[in-house]
């Protein structure tokens, strides 16, 4: 069955962080919906590899309507928590139960949105004191799964691992 996955990006995003995952659910079958302020705005990832082109505003989108959340790194996380649509939308959406995917930079959204305490979580070096100051149990491995709600990893590197756990997680649900 196909999913919505709702992707939080904008401009500054890590671009492998985003197109490798889009990708992998793409050709299971899955529906990958960019949201940022404005539908139509096209965002650039920060290396200038992919330029996206936004499907929704965040303010025409409900949680009801998808069925994960798909949060990239690189500089787009700390841009989109200045905004408070963005982390209401977010903490929504950990709310739901429903599975949210956060590499490298993402799970800054998730911080600001008072989503992580308790969670076992892992991240990019620079945001692990973030979460763990946030109540996170933090774990310095490739792909951390807490409860088949959550997966996050720490870099690029990470995205084999990370988009394998997250596209069972899509399958499973």
């Known amino acids: 069955m196909s999913k919505k996955i709702a992707v939080l990006i904008t401009n500054e995003f890590e671009d492998a962080e985003y ?12 529906q990958v919906i960019t949201i940022e302020k ?6 650039t990832g920060k290396r200038g590899e992919a330029k996206v082109t936004i499907d929704k505003s965040i303010d025409e989108v409900s949680v009801d309507e998808f069925d994960a959340l798909l949060l ?3 500089h787009s996380p700390d841009s989109l928590r200045g905004d408070d649509r963005f982390v209401d939308f977010t903490r929504a959406f950990a709310q739901s ?21 308790g969670k076992k979580m892992t991240t990019v070096k620079a945001v692990a004191v973030d979460l763990k100051n946030a109540g996170a149990d933090f774990f310095d491995k ?3 799964i807490d ?15 990370f988009n394998r756990e997250s596209l069972r997680i899509l399958n499973k649900k």
């Open 97 to 117: 139960g429903k599975p949210i995917f956060a590499i490298c930079h993402g799970p800054q959204l998730l911080i600001s949105a008072d989503a992580v305490r």
């Open 72 to 74: 990239p790194g690189g």
């Open 38 to 43: 404005k539908a139509g705005n096209t965002v």
């Open 147 to 161: 409860n088949d709600t959550l997966v996050t990893s720490r870099t690029p590197d990470d995205l084999p691992a």
């Open 19 to 30: 197109t490798s995952p889009a990708q992998t659910y793409q050709q299971a079958g899955h």
């Open 142 to 144: 490739e792909v951390v």
